[in-house]
Nanobody, 117 residues
Framework: QVQLVESGGGLVQPGGSLRLSCVAS????????MGWYRQAPGRKRELVAR???????VYADSLKGRFTISRDNAKNTMYLQMNSLKPEDTAVYYC???????????WGQGTQVTVSS
């Protein structure tokens, strides 16, 4: 089964930027829709953004204009460019597929993003 490894998180000041990467152990070409999710302390995991194989993107309303999701099927990699970061963006970020009935790939370790001065 495909395995996903997230990286690129870290500590950043408010207003800063980070670029997250999600590398899959095998081709993601067959995965129509991939997504980035996040889970803040004490909160449920939520969808941040998703992208289809055709490049159609959907973002959480609160993140529009700040985050950009992309994917490179040739590299089995998906990215999340995060700009103008806010303290409320602090969370562990995960990648997975996106389906109507929920993600189906075993979750990876995620990557911690901390936005603080």
């Amino acid at each position: 089964q495909v395995q996903l490894v997230e990286s690129g998180g870290g500590l950043v000041q408010p207003g800063g930027s980070l670029r997250l990467s999600c590398v899959a152990s095998e081709s993601i070409f067959s995965i129509n829709t991939m997504g980035w999710y996040r889970q803040a302390p004490g909160r449920k995991r939520e969808l941040v953004a998703r992208i289809t194989n055709d490049g159609v993107t959907v973002y959480a309303d609160s993140l529009k204009g700040r985050f950009t999701i992309s994917r490179d099927n040739a590299k089995n990699t998906m990215y999340l460019q995060m700009n103008s970061l806010k303290p409320e963006d602090t969370a562990v970020y995960y990648c997975n597929n996106w389906r109507t009935f929920g993600p189906s790939i075993p979750w990876g370790q995620g990557t911690q993003v901390t936005v603080s001065s």
